[in-house]
């Protein structure tokens, strides 16, 4: 049985990104919870509670899974309404991610962890707990990922926060 503080997900941080994406939170002036710049990441694949052994399965896995390098242009914001999440994220995702959320997802579903989405969709979250019908167009914004960590989610009264359990270095082209 999973405990209660085993909230998992993977991720691409984006620290290097934090001075433009703090830049664009305050242009864009939204209500709601801006995402602190050191929490700031690219979702690859949310796990959800997770056991010990689901964890060290995965680990497993993980270790031994080939992760590319790529690069993406951050060129598109987005709203999920239903979450009230607005993000940023590419218009086109490279293939070499689109391949590895793929091969994520199946490692994944065969350990029994994180639940499948429709459909993957790259993105960088910018604000919670907001609502908005009009987003403007803005300056791309390149970005190539250093390396994938596996998070642990832990909820507070101010949001939640993100721990880096494990990283993993994506190799150079």
Not at 7 to 27: D, G, I, N, S, V
Not at 62 to 90: I, K, M, Q
Not at 143 to 149: A, E, F, V
Request: with cysteine.
């Amino acid at each position: 049985m999973a405990s209660d503080d085993n909230r998992l997900f993977l991720a691409f941080p984006a620290e290097e990104l934090a001075l433009p994406l703090k830049t664009l939170q305050q242009r864009l002036d939204l209500s709601g919870r801006r995402i602190p710049p050191e929490q700031l990441h690219l979702t690859l694949h949310f796990l959800g509670q997770c056991s010990p052994e689901q964890q060290a399965s995965l680990l497993e896995q993980l270790n031994r899974l080939p992760l590319p390098g790529f690069e993406l242009t951050l060129d598109r914001l987005g709203c999920f309404s239903r979450a009230g999440v607005v993000w940023l994220g590419p218009s086109t995702p490279p293939a070499a991610l689109m391949t590895l959320a793929d091969t994520v997802e199946l490692k994944c579903r065969a350990l029994g962890v994180g639940k499948p989405h429709r459909a993957y969709r790259p993105h960088i979250t910018l604000f919670r707990h907001c609502k908005t019908d009009v987003l403007p167009a803005i300056a791309p914004l390149p970005y190539r990922p250093q390396s994938l960590c596996l998070y642990r989610s832990t909820l507070t009264d101010q949001g939640p926060e993100y721990h880096c359990l494990k990283r993993w270095e994506l190799k150079r082209e």
